[in-house]
């Protein structure tokens, strides 16, 4: 599991609109596309970013203000849910100024 310490310092672009995810986050076949446009796939996407991909799969797909949104509707596995809590704890806190 992979979790940089922001999501939007690097300055390549986010993913957007349809993408197919890489064989290594999404390894079961058929490939599938998923609109980014669409919050269900958005949800599924970022599932399966944040068990399977690297850190700069993470930086790609992944946008911190929308993962706070949809954090608790995700199916996530604990360990997975729990580390990802903790980073958004962590960047609330940064972001109020604590």
């Given amino acids: 599991m992979a979790v940089p310490d ?9 993913a957007t609109g349809v993408i ?20 269900a ?3 599924r996407v970022y599932e399966q970013v944040l068990r ?3 850190i700069d799969d993470v930086r790609r797909y992944i946008d911190g203000t929308e993962l706070v949104e949809l954090f608790d509707g995700l199916v996530l596995p604990p360990v997975v849910r729990k580390t990802w ?14």
């Fill in 41 to 43: 796939d958005r949800m």
């Fill in 20 to 39: 197919e995810l890489p064989f290594h986050i999404r390894w079961s076949e058929p490939s599938l596309a998923y609109d980014l446009d669409l919050q």
């Fill in 52 to 54: 399977e991909g690297t």
């Fill in 85 to 98: 809590k903790q980073w958004i704890a962590r960047h609330r806190r940064i972001d109020s100024g604590c």
């Fill in 6 to 14: 922001e999501l939007d310092d690097i300055g390549g672009p986010k």
